[in-house]
């Protein structure tokens, strides 16, 4: 199993943005506590973030090119904006799990919406940090 997790815009700042909504655990963290995982299911994981739409596009198009057989996503503010994350969502042939630190359908209105979790095979919200784990946990087990 190679499992690729990719983090949308403004993750790079877990730790510091809003620590009442995201909490305090860091990014790097976040990776670490997957990687640790991913090797003791002697699963190969690659970590990626970017602020920029376009890259997020190209990255999550390298789980065709690049043998990934999962996706772990949390498209953050373009989850609720973005046609072409969700439509190179829907073109990539792996599983893929939306995660988001917050539950979204607790807050603004605004982010009730996603456009990306209808073409994913579920989603995981509100577990903060844990709610990437529990994605992990969920491929393990499948
Ligand atoms: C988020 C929720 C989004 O609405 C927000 O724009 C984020 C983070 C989350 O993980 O809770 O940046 O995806």
Redo the contacts with the bound molecule.
């Keep these: 199993m190679k499992i690729l997790v990719i983090h949308?815009?403004?993750?790079n700042l877990l730790g510091t943005r809003e620590p009442d909504t995201?909490g305090t655990t860091t990014m790097a963290e976040i990776d670490q506590s997957l990687q640790d995982l991913a090797k003791s299911k002697n699963i190969e994981l690659e970590c990626f973030q970017s602020n920029v739409e376009g890259e997020i596009v190209n990255k999550i198009q390298t789980t065709t090119t690049e043998g990934f057989t999962a996706l772990i996503i949390?498209?953050?503010?373009y989850?609720?904006t973005s046609v072409a994350i969700r439509d190179a969502i829907a073109a990539s042939k792996v599983e893929t799990i939306e995660?988001?630190?917050?539950n979204?359908y607790k807050?603004e209105e605004f982010?009730h919406k996603s456009l990306t979790a209808p073409v994913c095979k579920g989603q995981i919200?509100g577990f903060g940090a844990q709610s990437y784990l529990l994605a992990l946990q969920a491929f393990v087990q499948s």
């Design positions: 949308g815009p403004n993750i995201y949390n498209p953050a503010a989850t609720h995660v988001h630190l917050s979204v807050r982010r919200c």
